[in-house]
């Protein structure tokens, strides 16, 4: 299994970033799985953001992102997207994404295949 994050940058106060994750080498099809994001500032913990499932672009939210983040997918490329918006200092961390078999388990942290990360960092 395969989770390649990117898109990550240096990115100022207010402006917005997207990112990719694309999905490859699963044993069963894609739409099985949700995949979603998670992220880790500098002296915190890995923290939930957000998950889409495949099968049927169902989404789950964190409340500390929802309202300034949109998850999506492309299905014909087994790529799932991160929009983050308004961003703040405080939303610098290392960016990974993440599969499971449904959304609820992935937002108690619980992960069956995790991907490399990719670093935002937002300028002020």
């Known amino acids: 299994v395969q989770l390649q994050a990117s898109g990550g940058g240096l990115v100022q106060a207010g402006g917005s970033r997207r990112l990719s994750c694309a999905a490859s080498g699963f044993t069963f099809a894609l739409e099985n799985y949700a995949i979603g994001w998670f992220r880790q500032a500098p002296g915190k913990e890995r923290e939930f953001m957000s998950c889409?499932?495949?099968?049927?672009?169902?989404?789950e939210y964190a409340d500390s992102v929802k309202g300034r983040s949109t998850v999506s997918k492309d299905s014909a490329k087994n790529t799932v997207y991160l929009r983050l918006n308004r961003l703040k200092s405080e939303d610098t961390a290392v960016y990974y994404c993440?599969?499971?078999?449904?959304?609820?388990?992935?937002?108690?942290?619980?992960?069956?295949?995790w991907g490399q990360g990719t670093l935002v960092t937002v300028s002020s």
């Open positions: 993440a599969a499971e078999t449904h959304c609820w388990v992935m937002a108690k942290s619980v992960v069956d295949h």
């Open positions: 889409i499932k495949m099968r049927d672009g169902s989404t």
